[in-house]
């Protein structure tokens, strides 16, 4: 008995060693499935689940474990207390094979023990990766909603800024037409103004060479006028030259004889009476002669003031015409400014454009992209479940609603 109890008692692998084994290692479900806390976010701990061949061997330990301390003390005393029968030799060798199958069965339940400890830190092992895992994972899953809250809020800006330059693009596009119908109605009044100044020019060179006929018959007249003024004058000489030669004849013959010449004289005088009434018909001719001459003159003189203001008006109008021609180049100079810079604004509205689509872009490859990952997380959901099992009721339900909530952010 006490050599029984001895190697029961003594030995790192007896059997008084086997409850605390037991003890540490409970193969209660509750005691490997309880959840190890949870994680950042809202995703949980993935429950880890031996294989079921190992729960049956540490269920099937617990129970020899279980029932073999009982066993000793009482079993022991029976059989001492029995030794002293009729059947004390058979007691004798049962005795002396007991310690050897006892040794045998602690030996085997010893090394069964060990492997269940190396199983159990395999499976410490296996659950503490799982934990760093999901918790990676976690991290991942975190890290992946803030870069989807930044695309979000860029898009968000891209679109407000989008909007923006559709709506500075529209103002200007009113502005730049507004400008052209501005430009075009004033083009349009130079135009008019133009061709109406044409009009008058044509009206003022009309009139300007009915002048010049009018100067050049003024001019033609005047010659003759001056012609006949000298040939007037001429015989106005020679009318004096006549008087002149009478008056001395006249003095001859007086000189002659008195008596003659009072005949001549009075035949003289009648003649030089004759002769100065046409003198005075030709001083009243030469008179108006005279005073048309003057009066052509004033016209003349007329004429040519309102040759040198129709002179003067043209040179305006020619000033003027250089001024609405310079006015037409600037004109047209400010049209070419304004179709360049029509075309720079379609230019930046091409690259607007183009900016625009290459963002739509992006964001069709980033949307492609998270469904992408919302396809791919059931599958994640259903690998986790096949390895690990499932949880409690309680915790289950609490794992659901987490997981909607996350697919609700991630969407």
Avoid at 13 to 34: F, I, M, N, Y
Avoid at 211 to 229: D, H, I, V
């Amino acid at each position: 008995m006490e050599g029984r109890l001895s190697k029961r008692k003594v030995g790192p692998k007896g059997l008084c060693d086997l409850p605390k084994v037991t003890h540490q290692a409970d193969p209660s479900p509750r005691a490997w499935e309880r959840p190890q806390g949870r994680l950042l976010g809202r995703a949980r701990q993935p429950l880890v689940q031996l294989p079921p061949w190992s729960l049956q061997e540490l269920e099937l330990v617990e129970s020899l474990l279980k029932s073999r301390p009982e066993e000793p003390e009482g079993c022991w005393e029976a059989r001492s207390t029995g030794a002293g029968g009729p059947r004390g030799n058979s007691g004798r060798q049962e005795r002396s094979r007991l310690p050897w199958e006892d040794t045998a069965t602690i030996e085997e339940d010893t090394s069964k023990l060990t492997a269940l400890r190396l199983r159990l830190d395999e499976s410490q092992k296996v659950l503490l990766k799982e934990r760093e895992d999901k918790l990676a994972l976690s991290r991942n899953i975190e890290k992946l909603e803030g870069e989807l809250s930044q695309w979000k809020i860029k898009y968000e800006e891209l679109s407000k800024t989008k909007q923006e330059m559709l709506k500075q693009l529209s103002i200007l596009k009113e502005a730049h037409q507004d400008e052209l119908g501005r430009m075009s109605e004033d083009l349009e009044d130079e135009l008019g103004a133009r061709s109406s100044m044409d009009r008058k020019m044509a009206e003022l060179r009309g009139e300007m060479e009915r002048l010049q006929a009018e100067n050049a018959a003024e001019w033609g007249r005047r010659e003759r006028l001056e012609t006949e003024k000298l040939g007037l004058e001429r015989e106005n000489k020679k009318l004096r030259v006549q008087v002149g030669d009478l008056e001395e004849a006249l003095a001859r013959r007086r000189r002659q004889t008195a008596s003659a010449l009072d005949c001549d004289l009075r035949a003289s005088q009648a003649a030089l009476f004759e002769k100065n009434k046409e003198l005075a018909d030709l001083k009243h001719v030469h008179g108006k002669l005279k005073k048309q001459f003057q009066e052509k003159v004033a016209e003349l003189a007329h004429a040519n003031r309102r040759v040198e203001q129709h002179e003067a008006e043209v040179k305006k109008l020619r000033l003027r015409v250089e001024e609405l021609k310079k006015e037409l180049a600037q004109a047209e100079d400010e049209l070419d400014e304004a179709h360049n810079q029509a075309r720079k604004l379609q230019r930046s509205l091409d690259e607007q454009t183009e900016q625009s689509e290459n963002l739509q872009v992006q964001l069709e490859h980033l949307q492609s992209r998270l469904r992408r990952q919302q396809q791919n997380a059931p599958l994640f959901g259903k690998i986790r479940s096949a390895r690990f099992g499932t949880e409690e009721a309680g915790d289950g339900a609490s794992d659901l609603d987490e997981d909607e909530d996350l697919q609700i952010q991630v969407a």
